[in-house]
Each structure stands twice: as structure tokens, then as C-alpha cells.
């Protein structure tokens, strides 16, 4: 089976979160399943610097007002198509915002752009390949089916996955003839929302099937809570959602291999993370004693939580741990972050700003991680918690609620519990969680049992890609 995968990030080129790190990872693990995936992706400086020796598959002298190229090649593993359109990428910044961190006022061209491309490729313009399938990503390239619906494209089966339905690629009206879709595209049934134009409302709206990362996730997103104004779309194609949660790419997270962890271990090795922690300690300017370090490595936002681990940092403290947190984002909560590291030297430490080595050794040196996000599709961080012996403490929602079984009595009973849970999600509760975590850790065999029982969960790809696949085979079989 051949699949166009369509994203606007992809590990290891480009990545501002848990997106890329699927769209990197799921097409290889796919492979096991005979699936040959090409992966479309815009061109952007960082993409375009480090590939190597890329074939001219397609020109486009007007995609959407500019000329576009698109470009083959292998890059670790992955069978990429780059689009290459220097006008819509090739400028300062990330992805999405500018050096002043502002949404490009142009994005909404960008991404359609990307779709109408995808689209094409949809259609057979790519000379000797056509796809089976086209899985689409978030609201980037969720117009690709919305283009494919109504552009004379052959009828070909299309998965959109929802990674965060908070982020829904919505715009004024006045886009609307630059998109240069037929005007009954814009209705009701098609990209129309609520007087404006919903770019992920419109994948939605078209798409054969849809995912989420996670099955609570889907669950959530019917609901006004978590739906974010969309669950009455959701709730009409109920039929055809559903959740398949996210894995990780564990050759790359592997304690036993990790080139940047000072110390490799296992399961039975976990007295060797005692170098690892020494060297969080040296980097974080900690005391080297024994109190337990409690770590985060998140975007420092509302929708992570992070304001209530700076309003309980103190406490943290007080109950006799040490705090160390890794991120960037919202001015006031890194600030607020930063003058809790300055009220307790040596017992919190602040590093502000995208570092993975850093993240890979705070899995492998601190004792637990802290995860008190508001909502979560599905998180990736509490998985790489579990793979490295990084105890999880998690918000009872989403993707967390359904990869971290909670340390209760029954579940140490039965010697199955892999993390902490908790609910509400609120200082309070936050705090008992930590509590309950200081409590667990002061019994060492309680505490390696639950480091133990995380590492042998299976965080890998392979039952997700299996999933994916029979979806894939499904649609193709019934040839929508």
C-alpha cells in the first residue's frame, strides 16, 4: 500500500512538538506492515539546510500565486517530498510565528498551499507514484481533503488526525477567493464556520476517517470541555472516530544506548542512574543529597499547567524535594519559574529555552516528572518518562489517563502500576500527587517496583502502526 502522509513538521527536521515526532516516527514503523509512505512537508530554512541531494519531482508556477517545487529525498529512514516555495518559506522564524513569536499573517496561504499540493500529488501529477491513501495532519494540511473533494481528483480514502483540536487554522472570510476552491465549498458541509472559514472544520467536514492520539482524547473532544466549539462535528462523524495512542521511537529513547545519558542502564541496572542524577544536580546547581529531584520539561503555558507548578514550587520545597524544570513560553511563567529557582538555591533550578540532550539526561538522572496539563491529546513526555525509570505524575486526562496506571493500593498490590494519577486538576491535587510521590519514594523496593513496571510498558510504535494500518486497509478495501 502506498500513503501520502502530509504534515507541517517532521522529526528530525523540524519539530515545535508531539506532531513532528509522529509524523517522524509512524511511517517507518509502518514499514513492518508493507507500507510505503511518501511524507509531504513545506521547505522551510531548517528543512531545506540539511537535506542532501534531492531529485526534482514537480514544478508548480502558480501554487496559490507562487512558484513551488517539489523536491524527493531519503533523509533518515524517511521518503520525503519537500515543498519548496521560498516565498511562503523561506524566512525568519519557526514554523508558524515570527522572531517576534506573532502567527505569519500569511499562514492561512502557506498551508493551503501546502494541502492544494498534496492534493495534486493525490491526484497522480507525481509522475510513477500515486497513493492508496492520503493521512493528513491538524488543521496545516487539513485542507487537502477539503481540495480533494472538490478539486477533480480521483476518489482516494483520507485520514485526518486531530494532535490538538485546540489549534484549529481559523480565519477570516475575506481569504476566501484566494484559496480559489469552488463558492459552494464554502457552506456548511464543507469550510464554513460560523461566518468564517475553519481550515481543520473543513478536513473535518471531508476526511473519510479521523483520529485521535489517544482514546480518551477522543472521548473528550465530544464534550463542550474539550471540543473547543468543534464537538458537534466530531459528534457527526462519531462513526468514523477514533483514538490510537501516540508511541515513541525507542531506539532513539533508550537508556541502554542514549548517546547523550553519561551512564547506560536497565530495568536491572537502575543504580546506574545515580551518575546521571549527579550530573542534573551539577547542571542545575542542586545539592548533592538524596531528596528526590522532581523534574519538567514542557512549554511553559496555562494548557500545560505550569502555573500551578510555579504557585507549588515552594511547597515543593518545603516537603523536602528538589525542582528542576526545563522550557520556554509565556513571559510571566518563566519569570515566575525563575524567582522560585532564586527564593531556594540548590533546590530548584530553571533552565529556560529548547534543549533535547538535556531533556534526554533529566529522564535518565530525575526521579519523577511532572505532567499537570489541563488537557492533553496525548503527550509523549510521560512516555519517555515511563521508557527511562522517570516516574510520571499526571493529570487524569487525555493521553495520560490512558498510558500511566496509578500507583493505588490495588495496582501495587498486583505490582502493575507504572505512575501517579491525579484529579482535580489543581494545586491541591497536584500537591497530594507529589505527596503520594514523596511517600512512594521514601520505600525504596516500592519506588524501583514502579520504576520497573514503567520501563517494561510498551511505549513503541508497533501496536499503534498496527492499528493505523488495518484503519488504512479498511478504507482502501471499501474504496472510499
Not at 417 to 436: C, D, S, V
Request: glycine letters at 10%; charged letters at 20%; aromatic letters at 8%.
Amino acid at each position: 500500500m502506498k500513503v501520502l502522509s502530509v504534515s507541517s513538521e517532521v522529526f528530525p527536521l523540524i519539530k515545535t512538538g508531539g506532531l513532528a515526532d509522529v509524523s517522524g516516527a509512524l511511517p517507518i514503523a509502518l514499514n513492518a506492515f508493507g507500507i510505503e509512505t511518501k511524507t509531504l512537508l513545506p521547505g522551510y530554512p531548517a528543512v531545506m539546510k540539511v537535506i542532501r541531494d534531492p531529485v526534482v519531482r514537480l514544478e508548480f508556477p502558480d501554487l496559490l500565486g507562487e512558484r513551488a517545487t517539489v523536491l524527493e529525498v531519503q533523509h533518515e529512514g524517511l521518503d520525503l517530498l519537500v515543498l519548496d516555495a521560498p516565498a511562503y518559506y523561506d524566512r525568519p522564524g519557526g514554523p508558524y510565528l515570527d522572531p517576534l513569536g506573532k502567527d505569519f499573517p500569511d499562514n492561512w496561504r502557506r498551508f493551503a498551499a501546502l494541502s492544494l499540493a498534496a492534493s495534486e500529488i493525490a491526484a497522480g501529477l507525481l509522475p510513477g507514484w500515486q497513493p492508496d491513501l492520503v493521512h493528513t495532519h491538524d488543521w496545516q494540511a487539513a485542507l487537502t481533503s477539503v481540495y480533494m473533494r472538490y478539486y477533480p481528483t480521483p476518489e482516494l480514502p483520507s485520514v485526518l488526525t486531530i494532535h490538538n483540536i485546540a489549534f484549529q487554522g481559523q480565519f477570516g472570510r475575506e481569504i476566501f477567493p484566494g484559496l480559489r476552491l469552488p463558492a459552494h465549498a464554502f457552506a456548511l458541509d464543507g469550510i464554513e464556520y460560523y461566518g468564517t472559514i475553519g481550515f481543520l472544520k473543513g478536513g473535518l467536514q471531508t476526511a473519510h476517517a479521523v483520529t485521535t492520539v489517544s482514546p480518551s482524547y477522543a472521548d473528550e473532544i465530544l464534550t463542550p470541555e474539550f471540543g473547543m466549539g468543534l464537538e458537534g462535528v466530531i459528534a457527526s462523524r462519531i462513526d468514523n472516530l477514533s483514538g490510537i495512542v501516540n508511541g515513541i521511537d525507542t531506539d532513539i529513547w533508550n537508556p541502554a544506548t542514549d548517546p547523550v545519558v553519561h551512564t547506560h542502564y536497565g530495568p536491572t541496572t537502575l543504580k546506574n542512574r545515580e551518575e546521571n542524577r549527579r550530573s542534573i544536580a551539577e547542571f542545575f546547581h542542586l545539592d548533592n543529597d538524596d531528596a528526590p529531584i522532581f523534574c519538567v520539561i514542557s512549554r511553559l503555558t496555562w494548557q500545560k499547567g505550569m502555573d500551578l507548578v510555579a504557585n507549588v514550587a515552594d511547597e515543593i520545597v518545603a516537603m523536602g524535594g528538589k525542582l528542576v524544570v526545563l522550557g520556554s513560553g509565556e513571559a510571566a511563567l518563566e519569570g515566575a519559574l525563575l524567582a522560585s529557582a532564586t527564593r531556594h538555591p540548590g533546590r530548584i533550578g530553571v533552565s529556560i529555552g529548547y534543549n533535547e540532550p538535556m531533556s534526554h539526561l533529566m529522564q535518565a538522572g530525575c526521579d519523577a516528572i511532572i505532567i499537570p496539563s489541563r488537557f492533553e491529546p496525548c503527550g509523549l513526555t510521560q512516555l519517555y518518562g515511563l521508557r527511562y525509570g522517570c516516574v510520571p505524575i499526571v493529570a487524569r486526562t487525555g493521553g495520560l489517563n490512558d498510558t500511566v496506571i496509578d500507583a493505588n493500593h490495588a495496582a501495587l498490590a498486583a505490582k502493575v502500576a507504572t505512575g501517579i494519577q491525579f484529579a482535580p486538576i489543581t494545586e491541591a491535587g497536584m500537591l497530594q500527587a507529589i505527596r503520594r510521590a514523596m511517600h512512594l519514594y521514601a520505600d525504596r523496593k516500592l519506588w524501583t517496583q514502579l520504576q520497573k513496571q514503567g520501563m517494561k510498558s510498551d511505549v513503541s510504535w508497533e501496536k499503534s502502526a498496527e492499528r493505523y494500518a488495518a484503519l488504512y486497509s479498511s478504507l482502501v478495501s471499501k474504496g472510499m
